[in-house]
């Protein structure tokens, strides 16, 4: 056991990771040929378009477990995080907290600004710069984003004294997170999946609460149920030794841990260090019940 509470592999495969790494549907069919492939696929996609229209939370979380076929995951991913259907009232909350970035301006703008420059100077996301910025500002807006989180990830600001309308100020920014280099990363993917900017937000609020705001937290009470960094930087350490130990080996003999060059692919889930069709594939066995995917941790093991 680490330090942490985090098991050796096996352990954690008993705990929760119940799905294997190869035969996943929304992933290259390489491990079948001919017709088979053929029909795994065609029931898949059936399976999906009958869980999309259902909309059964539970049932789409399951599915995902082994992958989303590109064609179902806007839908199928919403589903699983509850937002089989954005209603008009989300909608008008959404041009709301986009009304309020053009009449009030704040000093954490510049920090979002920053960060959305730097992601749309690669070629892979560029074209999405205003979509992004749009969201990345409203994202600091939105009051409710501190009470949904999963965890705190880290302690709130809040100001003193009242504004000039006579209101006590709250947390600052209003969302309770302060942005840091590399937030828009959560956010970048999924322009590919969702080009409505409200279903956009919402999918990418609601997996900074559930699962993102974990990843840049260093919380001792971390476990299975929704593991945070700790948890798969242990499970890192553990696949590349049972996977790559001569990897493992040739790090130590140059003086160099082998979780440091991996650490920020963690805490960035990867983004903008994957091309974004192989995130967007990797995501797809993450709309689970709160759990890490161990075949993008096992992935990134063999990847140097």
């Not at 994202?139 to 209101?167: I, K, M």
């Not at 999924?190 to 559930?210: G, I, N, S």
């Not at 260090?273 to 990797?282: E, K, N, Y």
Request: charge should be positive; include cysteine; hydrophobic fraction near 40%.
């Amino acid at each position: 056991m680490s330090p942490w509470g985090i098991g050796n592999r096996m352990w954690t495969r008993r705990r929760g990771f119940d799905w294997a790494v190869r035969g996943q549907g929304g992933r290259k069919f390489t491990t079948r040929v001919g017709t088979g492939a053929a029909w795994y696929k065609q029931e898949r996609l059936a399976k999906g378009r009958k869980l999309a229209e259902e909309a059964c939370i539970p049932s789409c979380r399951q599915f995902a477990r082994t992958g989303v076929p590109s064609s179902l995951r806007c839908r199928i991913w919403a589903n699983s995080l509850g937002l089989s259907n954005i209603s008009e009232k989300q909608r008008a909350y959404f041009q709301r907290l986009c009304g309020e970035v053009e009449q009030r301006k704040m000093f954490t703008d510049s920090l979002v600004g920053s960060d959305v420059l730097w992601i749309t100077d690669d070629e892979r996301y560029f074209v999405f710069e205003e979509n992004l910025r749009a969201v990345m500002l409203a994202f600091t807006r939105d009051t409710e984003v501190q009470g949904a989180c999963s965890c705190a990830p880290h302690p709130a600001l809040h100001g003193r004294g009242r504004d000039r309308n006579g209101a006590n100020h709250g947390p600052f920014p209003p969302n309770g997170v302060v942005p840091f280099r590399g937030l828009v990363l959560y956010a970048a993917p999924l322009c590919y999946v969702y080009p409505a900017m409200e279903d956009h937000y919402f999918v990418f609020r609601a997996l900074y609460c559930r699962h993102f705001c974990r990843l840049h937290v260093i919380d001792a009470s971390d476990g299975l149920s929704a593991p945070a960094l700790p948890g798969l930087c242990a499970s890192f350490e553990s696949i590349l030794q049972e996977a790559q130990p001569e990897v493992v080996f040739r790090l130590v003999s140059l003086g160099v841990h082998p979780l440091r060059p991996a650490f920020s692919w963690l805490v960035h889930a990867f983004v903008g260090f994957l091309d974004p069709a192989q995130v967007r594939a990797a995501a797809c066995s993450d709309k689970r019940q709160g759990r890490s995917a161990e075949c993008d941790v096992q992935h990134s093991a063999g990847m140097h």
